[in-house]
């Protein structure tokens, strides 16, 4: 079985241009979640998805960032404009409701 | 106050020592408990679930859950160097919001 597919893996930007990860979850799950990796700040939930509707998105940063999931296999992650402290492991995440989550390998963000 | 606290480490043990990892969280309501290993590198995998008090135990793995004193804890017993991680504790609230401590280091001395 297929698991939550993300990309890029790898992504090297200059300051100020738009950013957009994606992720697919694993098909039937109905919760998706995106969370930011940094050795300062650990694993931070950003915002997550209930059946495609965002339910709780305290954690994104500013308004810079915005995340949308048009149907159940597909969600993005914008970041725009792209700072330097944007540089961090984004991964995306799915469960079934109130299940284990299971983590995409993650998007490594470098902006300079 | 963060939702769950993990000592960071790091922590290091002789290869076949136990290793013991603490975790405390702040929110009652929280329901289900979780500890993930993460490789360097690596994104996070889930090693054991638990949902009630007591003990829990796979393999050479043993989680603890405590919801009066609001603790979690994992155990290893028989340490391997591949053992060596970050691991990280996770707890569930009934909104499904999933909350990560920021992990402890563990390096397993050959």
């Known amino acids: 079985d297929a698991g939550v597919i993300q990309s890029p893996r790898h992504e090297v930007t200059e300051m100020g241009q738009e950013v957009t990860l994606r992720c697919k979850p694993i098909?039937?799950?109905?919760?998706l979640f995106w969370y930011r990796q940094t050795m300062m700040r650990g694993l931070e939930l950003l915002i997550y998805?209930?059946?495609?509707?965002?339910?709780?998105d305290s954690g994104m940063p500013e308004d810079r960032f915005s995340a949308k999931m048009p149907n159940a296999s597909f969600s993005t992650l914008k970041i725009q404009p792209s700072e330097p402290r944007d540089s961090a492991v984004y991964f995306c995440?799915?469960?079934?409701?109130?299940?284990?989550?299971?983590f995409g390998e993650g998007s490594w963000l470098t902006v300079v | 106050q963060k939702e769950v606290e993990q000592n960071s480490g790091p922590l290091s043990v002789p290869e076949g020592a136990i290793a013991s990892l603490n975790c405390t969280y702040s929110?009652?309501?929280?329901?289900?408990f979780f500890w993930y290993r993460q490789y360097s590198g690596k994104s996070p995998e889930l090693i054991m679930s638990i949902y009630s008090n007591g003990d829990k135990e796979d393999g050479r793995f043993t989680a603890q859950l405590n919801k009066a004193s609001q603790y979690v804890s994992l155990l290893i017993r028989d340490s391997q160097p591949s053992d060596s991680a970050t691991y990280l504790c996770?707890?569930?609230?009934?909104?499904?919001?999933?909350?990560f401590g920021t992990g402890t280091s563990l390096t397993v001395i050959p």
């Open positions: 998805f209930n059946n495609n509707v965002p339910i709780d």
């Open positions: 098909s039937g799950h109905n919760s």
């Open positions: 995440a799915s469960s079934l409701i109130r299940n284990t989550i299971y």
């Open positions: 929110d009652r309501v929280s329901q289900s």
């Open positions: 996770a707890v569930s609230l009934t909104s499904n919001q999933f909350y």
